[in-house]
């Protein structure tokens, strides 16, 4: 009983001496509001610094996640190049475009492939009576094509076999482009242009969202041999392919070995091809991201280290001005604990408020960012706690030799400081 | 009954340089709880240095100090800290408040430090306030005092934890002579209600007013007797 006893004394002690430390710190932080804020301030441009490069990551990542979503994560690309070329450029220079005998073959002798569909992009004005888009993406392919990506119906249908492969003059419009030329009315049946020709929506697209600024929603599909008798059939073409389920790793080799018989290759010859999915690209941007991000965070570490200093100075200041005032705590009971709690509540106190507003510079910029450039910057609540908890720790550490100091002053020399 | 407190061969040495100063030697004195006792001396007497050990803000190089039955001198740093906020209330000449914090919060300041709530600490700090007679002043903070006024807040802030000894250093220093009366008639008050006061100063009248005093010079006691009498032999040169 007497152990409790005396161990929820203790416990009591630590608490009231606690909220009290707190509320002194308070009032000192707001009796000198100019210093505090100036002492802080680099505490405040270090953790701006870094929401404002953390939010434009995260903003940058999802952007580029979500663009790559709508490849579709298991789906291969049968293309003349690599999508990321490392090194030796000349290598992919010459090789032939890929063909419509190309999509034939793989879709005639791959008994491992799922949906096969070519893919061809060319960027044109479509209008419906007066309102028009500059620019919107063309899109000719199949039906098989929707089994290939993540794109979803919200109304109408999309391209059906016979259609996919003929020349109709029909086209699936993404979602923006259904808003901007149909405002609220139904666009199914509609006849829009592209160019100089005419085109029935037959269905329109869900929704994907933006990615780097730009509208993957702002898009036309239509038949392929129709886009080819628009744009021409020379132009790079891309085939999607996916694999029937359980045969990934197996259908990538039959697609090797099927493109290399179609084009007649030797044993000694390389590839005219290339293989490329999604997990590549997202693979080469994470690494590039984790440099950008790596350079960024040790910018501000660096601020907040010289923010940090400043504190530290601020601090030892304040230890010497307030000497007389450890004096006096020490004479009336206070122990060294509790000196040593008392300053560094204070530092990491000047040093949150430095966080916060960080934290709001940093959500202003990135606020900024959104608006102006085509990236969008990103900021969670969690990442501006994360700064709060940071930027407390950053007070704790540099505020650790002045409260060391204020605590073992010697209270009779303290008392009788001048 | 064993005395409040008892020094027995209580010697304080400093170092200085390859220096030896001996600040106190061989000290012995008991103060009975109830006393009202001066200690006087010049400047250099080790007056200053008794009072230190007499606040457990500093400990004696050899010799014992009783407080209350316990040996202070192998109290650790915080048993002292402790010691200080149970046993002795600290009134300083330059009156030591925390400037910008109202009368009140000074008082209750020993109160946080024994983990007294809020409320509890508001109450007592109001009533030792009163005892004072500051209970009009309690919000203002201490550059809104006079120099009287602060030095009853700093009476009351050493009331508050009801204090074993109340240790007074030059309590009417910075005081002019009309209000450094006010000051030593309230001692009288608390010594009449039961309070044990110990006050160290340097002028002789002051000491003269206390029923017992303790002349110290070179850092021993020369002198240990009624105050009047203390002093008076003080003035004529006589050494006990």
Redesign the interface.
């Known amino acids: 009983m007497k152990l409790v006893a005396g161990l929820w004394?203790?416990v009591?002690?630590?608490?009231?001496?606690l909220?009290?430390t707190i509320l002194t710190a308070v009032?000192g932080i707001a009796?000198n509001r100019m210093r505090a804020f100036l002492s802080t301030i680099g505490i405040a441009i270090g953790v701006a610094t870094l929401m404002t490069i953390y939010g434009l990551t995260a903003g940058l990542t999802s952007s580029f996640t979500r663009q790559l979503a709508a490849l579709g994560s298991s789906t291969m690309y049968v293309s003349s190049r690599p999508w990321v070329i490392r090194g030796d450029w000349w290598k992919y220079r010459n090789r032939p475009p890929i063909t419509r005998d190309d999509v034939a073959a793989l879709r005639r002798r791959g008994d491992l492939l799922g949906a096969v569909a070519p893919v061809a992009n060319a960027a044109a004005e479509v209008s419906y009576r007066g309102e028009r888009i500059g620019q919107t993406q063309v899109q000719g392919t199949t039906s098989e094509y929707i089994d290939t990506s993540t794109l979803k119906i919200a109304a109408g249908r999309f391209l059906s076999p016979l259609e996919g492969a003929g020349t109709g003059q029909i086209a699936v419009i993404g979602s923006e482009v259904a808003e901007r030329l149909f405002k609220q009315a139904s666009p199914l049946g509609a006849r829009i242009s592209l160019g100089p020709q005419r085109f029935t929506v037959i269905g329109v697209l869900l929704p994907q969202g933006k990615a780097f600024g730009r509208s993957l929603d702002n898009i036309v599909i239509i038949p392929i041999d129709t886009f080819g008798r628009l744009y021409g059939m020379r132009r790079d073409m891309a085939i999607a392919v996916t694999a029937v389920p359980g045969a990934v790793f197996r259908a990538e080799d039959q697609i090797v070995e099927i493109m290399r018989t179609e084009r007649g290759l030797g044993a000694g010859d390389e590839d005219t091809f290339s293989i490329n999915r999604q997990s590549e690209l997202l693979k080469i941007f994470n690494e590039e991201t984790k440099a950008l991000f790596g350079v960024a965070l040790a910018v501000g570490l660096v601020t907040l280290l010289v923010g940090g200093i400043g504190v530290m100075n601020i601090m030892l200041v304040a230890v010497t001005e307030r000497t007389?005032?450890i004096?006096?705590?020490?004479?009336?009971?206070?122990?060294?604990?509790?000196i040593l709690v008392q300053f560094l509540t204070e530092s990491a106190l000047v040093t949150m408020v430095g966080g916060a507003i960080g934290t709001a510079v940093g959500m202003i910029g990135c606020q900024v960012i959104d608006r102006v450039a085509p990236v969008s910057a990103e900021l969670s609540v969690a990442a501006a706690l994360g700064a709060l908890i940071f930027s407390a720790i950053v007070g704790l550490l540099f505020g650790t030799w002045p409260a060391y100091r204020a605590s073992h002053l010697d209270?009779?020399d303290a008392?009788r400081f001048e | 009954m064993t005395a409040l407190l008892e020094l027995a061969r209580v010697s304080r040495l400093y170092q200085m340089g390859s220096e030896t100063i001996h600040a106190l030697r061989d000290v012995s004195f008991t103060v009975e709880a109830g006393e009202y006792l001066g200690i006087v001396g010049s400047s250099g007497s080790g007056k200053s240095t008794l009072l230190n050990i007499l606040g457990c803000l500093d400990t004696a190089t050899s010799g014992s100090y009783m407080l209350r039955g316990e040996d202070v001198r192998d109290a650790s740093d915080d048993e002292l800290s402790d010691l200080r906020n149970r046993e002795i209330g600290f009134v300083f000449q330059t009156f030591q408040l925390l400037p910008r914090t109202s009368a009140l919060e000074n008082v209750e300041l020993p109160l946080v430090y024994r983990g007294v709530r809020a409320g509890e600490r508001r109450r007592r700090a109001r009533e030792a306030l009163s005892r004072v007679g500051l209970a009009s002043r309690m919000r203002h903070k201490p550059n809104e005092l006079s120099g009287g006024q602060r030095q009853r807040v700093a009476i009351a802030r050493a009331l508050v934890t009801q204090p074993s000894i109340l240790l007074a250093d030059e309590p009417t220093g910075n005081l002019d002579s009309a209000t450094g009366r006010e000051i030593l008639e309230l001692f009288r008050q608390l010594h009449e209600a039961g309070n044990t006061l110990i006050l160290v100063t340097h002028e002789p009248g002051i000491a003269a007013q206390c029923p017992r005093a303790i002349r110290m010079s070179d850092g021993q006691i020369v002198d240990d007797g009624p105050g009047a009498r203390v002093v008076a032999d003080a003035a004529v040169g006589v050494q006990a």
Do not use: F, H, K, Q
């Open positions: 004394r203790r009591r002690r630590t608490v009231v001496e909220v009290s009032r009796a007389r005032e004096g006096v705590r020490r004479a009336l009971g206070a122990r060294r604990r509790t209270p009779i008392l």
